[in-house]
Each structure stands twice: as structure tokens, then as C-alpha cells.
């Protein structure tokens, strides 16, 4: 049974980054196009990035571009994400999800606040 | 990018009944390769979405044939046979025609009456 297990809650001050891993199990990360999807408390669905197999690269949104950057450790199928310069409107719910979304982890919540 | 819009925003629905939720594309959702990506997911309170339909009209694996969709070109809809109470939260459309980006509906809460 494949999963993706997610790390857990982080709080973090404005203006810093936070990293969040997708840890995949059950298959391996070379077999799946991860992307990363963002939920802030009671609003809609927003992709952040992922990984294009049509193209073989990772591309991003254009709202988080400079800000982003999405990573693999093929030798652990762990998934990351990073933020950086965070301020409070990126307080959200943040999941990884395969390509066509036929698979999500259970998402971290990450607090911006000072 | 296409922007997708769904109405109604929230469905009240009584339990055994019929729900319906549509969405419109502002772009044709029709891909050079013939498919239409089109995507329907379920987001049960507090937990991450779910996939549920995907090109217009395919079950994923695990969905109850209840849940069904259609739709062409720029407009789509999602049924629902006979709402159960397990059935309550938010239904999102997405679209992987013109990726990237991914777009997503506003979001239609169902709930039960």
C-alpha cells in the first residue's frame, strides 16, 4: 500500500524558511511526480510546484518562484519542500500529492506568527 | 491560466437525495492528445482531498459508483446518485489540460440538510 507520510506541525517567524518532507512508502519516489499543494485555514486548494514527467524538470508556480524550491532524496524516496522568507499569509496546511493527485499525504500545518 | 469556476458554492442536500455540482472552464479543457483533464476531488472536514473522478468521467479506485461525471469541453458536472452522510465536505474540480499550472474550483461545501 503505497503512502506519503508527512513530517510534522512546524511555527515559524516571520521572514524565516521552513522545510517540510513527503516520505514515500510503499513504492519509490523514482515511479511518482511529486507536487505540492497548499491549503490556508478555510480557503480553496493552491499548487505550489511539482515535478513535470512530460518535461523531466520541477516547475513552479509563478506566485512562489524564488521563493520555492522542491527536492528528492532518492535514497530515502523522501520528497521536500522549502519556503522561504515566510510571512503570515503563508500560514496554511501544505501537502504533497502525486501527479493527478491520485495520492495526498495528510499535509503539515505551518504557522507563520511572531 | 484557466480558471475554473464551480457553482453553487454550497449545496445543502437532504440524505438520499441527488446533489449536483458543475464547473466551467474559462478554456476549453480538451488536450492536443484528445484527452480532457478534468479531475474531481472530495475533501472530507479535516482531512486532505481525495480523488475521486478523473478525465471527465473515470472512478478512481475505491469510489462508490454513486459519485458520477460528465461533462465536455468547458463545462462539467459531478453527481451524486443519493447523498450519504459520509458524503458531507468540499468537492473541488481541477484541470491538467493546460499544466502548467494545475487550477482548482473555488470549492462546493455539501452539506446535509
Known amino acids: 500500500q503505497v503512502q506519503l507520510v508527512q513530517s510534522g506541525a512546524e511555527v515559524k517567524k516571520p521572514g524565516a524558511s521552513v522545510k517540510v518532507s513527503c516520505k514515500v512508502s510503499g513504492y519509490t519516489l523514482t515511479e511518482l511526480s511529486m507536487h505540492w499543494v497548499r491549503q490556508a485555514p478555510g480557503k480553496g486548494l493552491e499548487w505550489m510546484g511539482g515535478f513535470d514527467p512530460e518535461d523531466g524538470e520541477t516547475i513552479y508556480a509563478q506566485k512562489f518562484q524564488g521563493r520555492v524550491t522542491m527536492t528528492e532524496d532518492t535514497s530515502t524516496d523522501t520528497a521536500y519542500m522549502e519556503l522561504s522568507s515566510l510571512r503570515s499569509e503563508d500560514t496554511a496546511v501544505y501537502y504533497c500529492?502525486?501527479?493527478?493527485?491520485?495520492?495526498w499525504g495528510r499535509g503539515t500545518l505551518v504557522t507563520v506568527s511572531s | 491560466d484557466i480558471v475554473m469556476t464551480q457553482t453553487p458554492l454550497s449545496s445543502p442536500v437532504t440524505l438520499g437525495q441527488p446533489a449536483s455540482i458543475s464547473c466551467r472552464s474559462s478554456q476549453s479543457l480538451v488536450h492536443s492528445d484528445g484527452n480532457t483533464y478534468l479531475s474531481w476531488l472530495q475533501q472530507r472536514p479535516g482531512q486532505p482531498p481525495r480523488l475521486l473522478i478523473y478525465?471527465?468521467?473515470n472512478r478512481f479506485s475505491g469510489v462508490p459508483d454513486r459519485f458520477s461525471g460528465s461533462g465536455a469541453g468547458t463545462d462539467f458536472t459531478l453527481k451524486i446518485s443519493r447523498v450519504e452522510a459520509e458524503d458531507v465536505g468540499v468537492y473541488y474540480c481541477?484541470?491538467?489540460?493546460?499544466?502548467?499550472?494545475?487550477?482548482f474550483g473555488q470549492g462546493t461545501k455539501l452539506e446535509i440538510k
Open positions: 500529492a502525486t501527479h493527478g493527485f491520485d495520492l
Open positions: 478525465k471527465i468521467s
Open positions: 481541477t484541470q491538467a489540460t493546460q499544466f502548467p499550472p494545475y487550477t
